[in-house]
């Protein structure tokens, strides 16, 4: 059964109206009782929390479609940490590598049938790390595993959590681990190799030992239903100790010419686009990410609209992307 600290949890999300975090507490519950061997409870309990969950869904909708929006901050010393958000981006609303959706899809599989797995002794895969260069699509994952799974996206806030003072960030980040084993959600840690950096670099201090080797004990730790998700830009930067902490890493890259294609497509889909010269435009693509895409296909959309042409032209988006290339020169 629930223990003390579930109970309390139980309770005072019930009191602070936090429905999201009173149901995260419950799912716990149940994949206790299913690792316990309560194989029957567990099941009878994730029936009713998936009830309540479609309910919850439904009263979301109502107030979306009134233009309120409710979300359940962190309070006190989390909100300095941790900022939430409920996103709903989802796994289909993301051009990807098909390597890379398959391994998203697995892991969405492990969690929407956890409780099937505990019951045999099995942890689903919820500790990720994703590499691969700025805008490449690290960050909307995190986005599109919680809204696939309409749970909460917690990103770590570094800013509060690393500080200059001898062994605060550790007391932080266990602040943050034992918020994310009381509450389900997709936890963030962006821009991870400020805090995975290797011990011994050249400008390693004494704290960055200490900072890294608590992440290490947390992460050993957590047995948490929360997924935590760990994203950067560096891969080299990282310590190895900490590609074995992981359940899954997986490599993002910049797309392809078809992924590159199918993403204008798709950012374009509301706008005439039948004639545009592919060729033409391959040329000024490569090298642009993810989100530089993107940028590119809604500034030539805004562009067509104030035109009040009648066909989006190859001219309005190799312009967009032209600009984009330029950034990246400035940048370089």
Not at 239 to 259: G, K, N
Not at 293 to 303: F, I, N, Q, S
Request: proline fraction near 3%.
């Amino acid at each position: 059964m629930a223990n003390a600290r579930q109970v309390r949890a139980l309770l005072e999300s019930y009191a602070e109206g936090d429905s999201e975090r009173f149901l995260a507490v419950a799912m716990q519950v149940a994949a206790h009782e299913a690792r316990s061997g309560h194989g029957q409870l567990a099941t009878e309990l994730k029936e009713l929390i998936d009830k309540a969950r479609a309910r919850e869904a439904g009263v979301q909708a109502a107030e979306a479609d009134g233009k309120v929006l409710r979300l359940h901050q962190p309070q006190g010393e989390l909100s300095a940490l941790l900022s939430l958000a409920y996103p709903t981006t989802r796994l289909s609303e993301m051009v990807l590598a098909e390597e890379v959706r398959e391994r998203l899809k697995r892991v969405l599989t492990e969690q929407r049938q956890q409780a099937r797995l505990r019951e045999h002794g099995l942890v689903p895969r919820h500790k990720l790390l994703l590499v691969g260069p700025p805008g490449s699509g690290k960050t909307m994952t995190a986005a599109a595993l919680a809204g696939e799974l309409n749970i909460g996206l917690f990103t770590i806030q570094l800013d509060g959590v690393i500080t200059r003072f001898l062994g605060e960030t550790a007391a932080k980040l266990r602040i943050v681990f034992d918020a994310l084993d009381k509450t389900r959600g997709v936890y963030l840690f962006d821009e991870f190799d400020a805090i995975g950096g290797k011990r011994g670099a050249t400008n390693d201090i004494g704290e960055a030992r200490r900072i890294l080797n608590s992440f290490l004990q947390f992460i050993d730790q957590d047995t948490s239903d929360s997924i935590i998700i760990a994203a950067t830009n560096h891969p080299e930067l990282l310590d190895r100790a900490l590609y074995r902490r992981f359940d899954d890493v997986i490599e993002y890259d910049l797309p392809s010419p078809e992924l590159t294609r199918q993403l204008i497509e798709n950012r374009l889909a509301s706008f005439p686009v039948q004639n545009l010269d592919w060729k033409a435009l391959q040329r000024h693509t490569t090298g642009l990410n993810c989100a530089d895409l993107v940028r590119a296909c809604d500034e030539a959309a805004k562009e067509f609209v104030l035109s009040d042409s009648q066909q989006m032209t190859t001219d309005m988006l190799l312009k967009t992307l032209k600009e984009r290339k330029a950034a990246h020169a400035r940048a370089t």
